[in-house]
């Protein structure tokens, strides 16, 4: 009885055996049995798996970071490369600025005999009509500023119709840096003829002492050849420009970026002033205004010797005595 029960148990080891190893076989290649033991994941905890690191196919795919392209380099001798030399600074106090620290008004510092305004007016203007070789009697402006034509007549209520502007206004120039300049070389800039326009007088009047951040020419097809002086002189000058002046003449030679910058044939290349001597500025006291009669002059140069030269009928100083032509423009 043993020995048959011997043979029994024997006999279900060995058909367990066969069918462990028939499931093996039939197993898919490559594939582990299935873990039966505790350590095996739950249906459940591997669904939950899957779900959280699925990427969710309604959220879009992040974006690469943006990359810039590096600013592009001006070309040699473009009013954009003359522009990146200038020095970035706030300005100056105003204080001392008087319009004679610039030069008696209009002096010839050319030297061919004619003042600073009519060698203007002769350059600007057409069709002249001419006193000897150097008074303007008439012409025709092609206005600049306003791209109007005005016709031009000396006389004193006329002449002011048209008018020299400083493109770089004394002012501003004297808060970005003239101020240390000598009184020589401030001369030389107040009667510079690449800082000097003739323009419609009314819109002269409009601009005062603005720079290019606060004021441009209404006519727009000026406005590269308007900034693009203003940069030349300061470099020839050594001036700064405060930092939204370079960014409004940065905002429109980005429309001309071939525009020139231009050589100053009165003191020649850029900053071909000698380097500024540093000055401290004396402070005036405001001066009050005065009646006509109140101030006299003896004599056309005291008037220049005062930088209110040229006078016209009217203003203080002014008499007939100096106006020895009679037309309303004394010192001339």
């Not at 105003?94 to 060698?119: E, L, M, S």
């Not at 600049?144 to 002449?159: E, K, L, N």
Request: aromatic share 6%.
């Amino acid at each position: 009885m043993r020995g048959k029960g011997t043979w029994i148990w024997g006999g279900i080891v060995v058909v367990v055996c066969v069918v462990i190893g028939l499931a093996a076989e039939n197993a898919p290649h490559g594939q582990a049995p299935q873990r039966t033991d505790a350590a095996a994941s739950s249906p459940a905890t591997d669904a939950g798996a899957s779900a959280s690191t699925a990427p969710d196919p309604t959220t879009p795919a992040p974006r690469p970071p943006a990359t810039h392209a590096p600013e592009p380099r001006p070309a040699a001798g473009t009013a954009l490369a003359l522009l990146k030399t200038l020095p970035v600074k706030g300005r100056a106090p105003k204080t001392g600025y008087a319009r004679i620290q610039f030069g008696p008004a209009w002096a010839d510092v050319d030297h061919n005999g004619c003042d600073t305004r009519n060698d203007i007016l002769r350059r600007d203007l057409r069709h002249l009509t001419l006193r000897g070789s150097c008074v303007v009697l008439s012409g025709i402006l092609n206005d600049p500023y306003t791209a109007v034509q005005i016709h031009f007549v000396r006389g004193v209520r006329t002449s002011t119709a048209v008018q020299i502007d400083h493109v770089v206004a004394l002012s501003d120039a004297w808060q970005t840096g003239a101020q240390r300049l000598t009184a020589a070389q401030r001369e030389l800039l107040g009667n510079d003829p690449l800082n000097l326009l003739a323009v419609d007088g009314p819109t002269n009047e409009a601009k005062g002492d603005g720079d290019a951040a606060t004021w441009l020419p209404p006519n727009k097809a000026f406005r590269c050849r308007y900034v693009a002086t203003q940069i030349s002189v300061k470099a020839a000058y050594r001036l700064w420009v405060t930092a939204a002046e370079k960014a409004a003449m940065g905002r429109v030679l980005a429309a001309c970026p071939a525009q020139p910058a231009y050589r100053d044939a009165l003191v020649g290349t850029a900053g071909a002033i000698a380097p500024p001597v540093t000055v401290t500025p004396k402070a005036t006291t405001p001066t009050q205004t005065t009646a006509p009669g109140s101030v006299s002059y003896a004599n056309c140069a005291a008037v220049r010797a005062a930088g209110k030269a040229p006078l016209y009928r009217g203003q203080p100083g002014y008499s007939r005595r100096l106006d020895r032509d009679g037309d309303g423009i004394a010192c001339e």
